[in-house]
């Protein structure tokens, strides 16, 4: 299993790396900064280089269901590393940061938002929450307004770890209703917006709410009888 760099700092940009496996679909590293694709938000693109300087795009970071191997997708065509080759793996910082902008946002919008979530996602300066509510009763203008009073008020954005067994005595926390927090490891990763937010999660996110930067609610859209799409806009 690859070393997450990223969990305990998502402003990691490089690190030095030893490929551990090559495999049909990406390359494994002993240790990395790239966020593989999770919990909605997309896995990381960037380059692999070597010492010779042979550099080799990254496409797409996932993680294999069966083996669980963090896998560095290369572009179709890129020159293969071997086993035991020492690289620097770097990620295309100014995506990823979008990318955690928006995920603290949509902590901010649970925080504004009373219901469950069913499901969500993230994209380059967009993103996107499900809630189970039974009525569409939501005004988007007063949402825009809380979440951006919230972004101004520059809240620390923390994070800490807890038990498995302090996460199974403490499921009030967990806001996504169809996914559950990965348990099995021995502890569990919590994201703590100051104030007005704490719930377990893996992704990156910022160290302050002000780094988000002002953002608009979209379209809020009736998915189903009891399901509410909500949709974030970065204001550029």
């Not at 295309?92 to 902008?101: L, N, P, S």
């Not at 902590?107 to 938002?113: R, T």
């Not at 806001?175 to 704490?198: A, C, F, H, Y």
């Amino acid at each position: 299993m690859s070393e997450e760099l990223f969990r305990d700092d998502g402003y990691l940009k490089e690190c030095e790396a030893t490929v551990s496996a090559v495999h049909e679909g990406g390359i494994e590293l002993d240790r990395t900064v790239f966020y593989y694709t999770s919990g909605g938000q997309p896995g990381d693109t960037g380059t692999l280089t070597n010492a010779g300087g042979l550099s080799v795009d990254i496409i797409d970071t996932r993680k294999d269901r069966d083996s669980g191997a963090y896998l560095h997708v290369p572009a179709e065509g890129s020159a293969v590393f071997s086993v035991g080759d020492k690289v620097t793996a770097a990620i295309d910082w100014q995506r990823r940061h979008r990318h955690m902008r928006m995920h603290t946002c949509m902590h901010l919008l649970c925080s504004v938002i009373d219901g469950g979530v069913t499901g969500g996602s993230i994209g380059d300066g967009k993103g996107r929450i499900d809630f189970d509510l039974p009525v569409l009763d939501l005004d988007k203008e007063a949402i825009a307004a809380e979440i951006n009073q919230r972004i101004e008020e520059n809240l620390p954005v923390t994070s800490s770890w807890i038990s498995d067994e302090e996460m199974a005595s403490n499921m009030d926390m967990v806001r996504t209703m169809s996914v559950k927090p990965p348990s099995g490891q021995g502890r569990v990763r919590l994201i703590n917006v100051e104030g007005v937010d704490l719930q377990p999660c893996g992704g990156t996110h910022v160290k302050a709410t002000g780094e988000i930067g002002p953002i608009r609610v979209g379209k809020i859209e009736n998915k189903g009888k009891h399901n509410r799409r909500v949709n974030l806009h970065f204001v550029e």
